[in-house]
């Protein structure tokens, strides 16, 4: 499955589609069953170097990816049952923010050293641990997907009859400019594009899922989380944003972008580097 837009965009590397599936790709990297890691090196690779990821409900990472690839969610439960409590206080200043410094304090210790600084001083996402809660229990869209896998391939590699539930582009600013401009075209209204907090993985998961079932949906600007740059690295050009769409979206602006904004004398000049 080629894309239109993605050729006329000038895009480096090839959309990637999202599926849900019964059935894993032979091949497919994977996560170890209930080993913790984040789910973007393994997008990055997809993007980057044409491999195919699969998840499920025994490998999705870390608590937010479960929420962010779509098997509910992992917060109530997360690190040993730590659950909301902990979390709060995480997104926030960590044990600082936490009513139970020494609750806190006790799993922090149970995480890799390397990684215990980040969990004491938090990931500064959120003011005050009753508004990172209230973002867990009522902002985040949650999906609860009854097929078996998340599969992450290049959308050129997808198979007839198959139908991704999201595609995502992956852009530099001038590209990315060009790519709103086309949601823009196709979609009523003046919010083409949502601009969700958080973890990169739910940018292109949760937040897309829940535009895919809206009526209008809108495209979802993604990669400013800055854990995830910095656990990806180099692996993505830090210069790239993603930008995920619902397939019905995607649908349209490949039927706009036939005869669109990257036909015309603007863009042609922009890309061109002649303004």
Not at 28 to 45: E, H
Request: net charge neutral; with cysteine.
């Amino acid at each position: 499955m080629k894309s239109i837009t993605a050729k006329k965009a000038g895009l480096a590397y090839p959309p990637v589609a999202i599926l849900w599936s019964d059935t894993a790709p032979e091949k497919a990297l994977r996560i170890k069953p209930g080993a913790r890691a984040c789910i973007m090196p393994f997008f990055a690779s997809v993007l980057t170097k044409g491999k195919t990821a699969a998840f499920d409900r025994e490998s999705y990472g870390c608590p937010g990816a479960k929420a962010g690839l779509g098997f509910g969610t992992g917060y109530p439960d997360a690190f040993g049952g730590a659950g909301f409590d902990f979390m709060s206080a995480f997104f926030c200043k960590g044990v600082e923010s936490s009513s139970n410094r020494e609750a806190y304090g006790a799993v922090v210790n149970r995480v890799p050293a390397n990684e215990r600084a980040k969990f004491l001083e938090g990931e500064r996402l959120h003011t005050s641990p009753a508004k990172a809660r209230k973002w867990m229990t009522e902002e985040l869209p949650i999906t609860d997907i009854k097929e078996r896998y998340v599969i992450f391939t290049q959308l050129d590699k997808v198979n007839e009859g198959e139908t991704p539930v999201v595609v995502v582009f992956a852009a530099d600013p001038l590209q990315l400019v060009g790519l709103i401009t086309l949601v823009a075209a196709v979609r009523e209204g003046i919010d083409p594009v949502l601009v969700p907090p958080m973890a990169a993985c739910q940018q292109i998961g949760a937040y897309a899922y829940h535009e895919a079932r809206q009526d209008h949906p809108r495209a979802v600007l993604g990669n400013t989380d800055l854990a995830a740059r910095l656990t990806v690295g180099a692996a993505i050009p830090e210069n790239i944003f993603t930008l995920a769409v619902p397939y019905s979206l995607f649908l349209a602006m490949e039927e706009e972008a036939r005869n669109g904004v990257f036909d015309g004398p603007i863009w042609k000049d922009l890309a061109a580097g002649t303004h």
